[in-house]
């Protein structure tokens, strides 16, 4: 099976009264992401790209928002449980890339935190994790802080099965 890619995409809109969780990291804002779940797009787009390469649908598919149980849910155990179907199905991530498109806050302060979120669940090292942040130079809805993006994709290896 050698490798596989895998792409991921989403949005949140930016609404005052929400922790502003990003990356598995709550960062200090006036507003945050309004979601079913904590509304963690960066993780959002990560599960995506990580389904996407393991063949296995979507976020939405796997964690549907009319279930109550993923009310509120912080999206690292969406992304833990993520990990455990790719371990039974014997593909190990190799490289996760990122970009987050975020008019506000600055992203940049907080990258270093959401690697010691998401490495170690992920289970790569610290530069097998890209995250890059954008402003949306102020143009359209992103611009306005309406919305945050963010976009990943994500390489994976398959485990050779063990000879016995
Ligand atoms: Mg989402």
């Given at each position: 099976m050698g490798t596989r890619i895998g792409l991921g995409y989403d949005i949140h809109r930016m609404v005052k009264g929400r922790v502003l969780c990003l990356g598995g990291v709550e960062i200090p804002h006036s507003a945050g992401l309004l979601?079913?779940?904590?509304g963690d797009a960066l993780i959002h787009a990560v599960i995506d790209a990580l389904l996407g390469a393991a063949g296995q649908g979507d976020i939405g598919r796997l964690f549907p928002d009319t279930?109550?149980?993923?009310?509120?849910?912080?999206?690292?155990?969406?992304?833990?449980?993520?990990?455990?179907?790719?371990?039974?199905?014997r593909l190990a991530v190799v490289h996760v890339d990122t970009v987050i498109l975020a008019q506000s806050p600055r992203i940049a302060p907080h990258v270093e935190a959401m690697k010691d979120a998401l490495c170690p669940i992920l289970s790569i090292p610290r530069d097998s994790l890209g995250i890059k942040?954008?402003?949306?130079?102020?143009?359209?809805?992103?611009?306005?802080?309406?919305?945050?993006?963010?976009w990943a994709v994500a390489l994976l290896r398959s485990r050779a099965a063990k000879k016995s």
């Open positions: 979601g079913h779940s904590d279930d109550p149980r993923y009310r509120g849910i912080a999206s690292a155990e969406l992304l833990r449980g993520v990990m455990l179907r790719l371990r039974r199905k942040a954008k402003t949306n130079e102020g143009l359209g809805l992103l611009g306005r802080e309406r919305a945050i993006a963010c």
